[in-house]
């Protein structure tokens, strides 16, 4: 069983920085890859971002390809979204994901989901 918290959300301007993370408790957590995804208003579900159990691979939604870094630390149990060049369309809630066994864009994929946190981008 691994339980997921995300924090770092919040209001930010266009052009700005958050960092988000996840903290995931569970002697399985460095088993598994960790997805980023995101959800707004009135929209289904998005995958933004995963990476491989080891870190050494990782995955961008071609939205946020260039902007978006993932990055975990498995001696922290933590996965962290590093968000650069904020856009208002980036505004959502974010999850964190883990379980799957592969980097995979498919939420059905990951067995474990966090509470969400939200973005807000202002223009």
């Known amino acids: 069983q691994v339980q997921l918290v995300e924090s770092g959300g919040g209001l930010v301007q266009a052009g700005g920085s958050l960092r988000l993370s996840c903290a995931a408790s569970?002697?399985?957590?460095?088993?598994?890859?960790m997805g980023w995804f995101r959800q707004a208003p009135g929209k289904g579900r998005e995958f933004a971002a995963a990476?491989?159990?080891?870190?050494?691979?990782?995955y961008y939604a071609h939205s946020v390809k260039g902007r978006f870094t993932i990055s975990r630390d498995n001696a922290k149990n933590t996965v962290y979204l590093q968000m650069n060049s904020l856009k208002p369309e980036d505004t959502a809630v974010y999850y964190c994901?883990?379980?799957?066994?592969?980097?995979?864009?498919?939420?059905?994929?990951?067995?474990?989901w966090g509470q969400g946190t939200q973005v807000t981008v202002s223009s």
């Open positions: 994901a883990a379980g799957s066994v592969v980097v995979t864009t498919s939420p059905s994929e990951y067995r474990y």
């Open positions: 569970g002697r399985t957590f460095v088993s598994y890859a």
């Open positions: 990476i491989n159990w080891s870190g050494g691979n990782s």
